[in-house]
């Protein structure tokens, strides 16, 4: 957030989930701090969020030493099924942007003749009206 911060453009900051409500309370107290450039003291006072603090009431936690329960095997599959899925997933639609022209003649005229010019309608591509003419070849 500080890096971002740092260009001093308009930002917007927003949260994912599936976090421990603890951590995330204090993800996003440090964090807030950061945005609004305040420095934040480690020992909160008590207020209405007070029990998301817990064990120490403390805005940081103590990092505790945890065995990796990660096996390779286990994360080789989990990479799998990502893989599995992104491969699953339509690519984005390729469309070229274009400005539509508007129609040839103004639509209230009242006296739609039969037959009209099909170069008139907005929803067909530019290509398409010559699609019977003589220049094919």
């Known amino acids: 957030v500080r890096f971002v911060r740092s260009y001093g453009l308009p930002t917007l900051v927003l949260g994912g989930g599936g976090y421990t409500i603890r951590n995330v309370a204090r993800c996003w107290t ?15 006072p008590p207020n209405d969020y007070y029990e998301y603090f817990v064990p120490d009431w403390k805005l940081h936690l103590q990092p505790a030493s945890m065995d990796n329960l990660n096996t ?11 893989l599995e899925h992104l491969r699953a997933l339509d690519g984005a639609p390729a469309a070229q942007m274009s400005c539509m022209p508007g129609p040839a003649r103004d639509e209230d005229d009242g006296d739609e003749a039969e037959g009209e010019d099909e170069r008139s309608d907005p929803h067909k591509h530019p290509a398409d009206h010559y699609a019977g003419s003589r220049d094919r070849g």
């Open 72 to 82: 390779r095997p286990y994360l080789e599959e989990i990479k799998a099924q990502v």
């Open 30 to 44: 440090y964090e807030t701090a950061v945005i609004l450039g305040q420095e934040v003291e480690d020992d909160l």
